[in-house]
């Protein structure tokens, strides 16, 4: 915080509805600038502006009194021993799980858009999921050599290692050989 001030929850809770501070003034009510306040933490609402934001944003009246803690979901994977992929995957059904309710329709779609751009990074970066692409299998130096002995092997019958030959420079030259 730039005022050193450490967030409390309810300015957490209220920066979550996704409306602008002018957006969440009109609907209680209340001075732009001062909602401002409460979402940076700078100003705790009076006893009746709680009761309000409660009402409106579902921001509990205690929140405001309580400091900022991160989701346990999000400290297990900063703090936790490393995962694996079906740990993610409960991980994220998690977090999609706690914004289902009181979450408004454009929150849910960011969480759920990070959901699965974080899925699949760290399925990537853990080795659960891999893209190939067959364009890139069919240039390594081991299909070089793989296809190399496959020939070789087929050499005692011309016809069959003519044709898997011919099959696999179709392969190469054009992807998946049903296709061409």
Do not use: C
Request: overall charge positive; glycine content about 6%; proline content about 7%.
């Amino acid at each position: 915080m730039k005022n050193g001030k450490p967030r409390n929850q309810g300015a957490y809770l209220l920066a979550r509805v996704g409306l602008t501070d002018a957006e969440i003034a009109a609907r209680v009510e209340l001075d732009r600038a001062q909602v401002t306040k409460y979402r940076l933490s700078q100003l705790k609402p009076r006893s009746g502006n709680r009761v309000a934001l409660r009402r409106e944003f579902a921001v509990p009246e205690e929140a405001w009194d309580q400091p900022y803690a991160p989701p346990a979901s999000a400290e297990a994977v900063t703090n936790g021993p490393p995962i694996g992929a079906e740990d993610l995957q409960r991980l994220v059904s998690d977090l999609l799980r706690s914004v289902e309710t009181g979450a408004t329709p454009y929150e849910r779609a960011k969480v759920m858009r990070s959901a699965t751009a974080t899925l699949s990074l760290l399925g990537k970066l853990t080795g659960a999921t891999v893209n190939f692409s067959e364009e890139k299998i069919l240039r390594t130096p081991a299909w070089q050599r793989l296809k190399g002995r496959v020939l070789d092997a087929l050499r005692p019958w011309p016809e069959a290692m003519r044709a898997v030959g011919r099959s696999l420079d179709e392969l190469e030259d054009h992807g998946d050989a049903d296709e061409v």
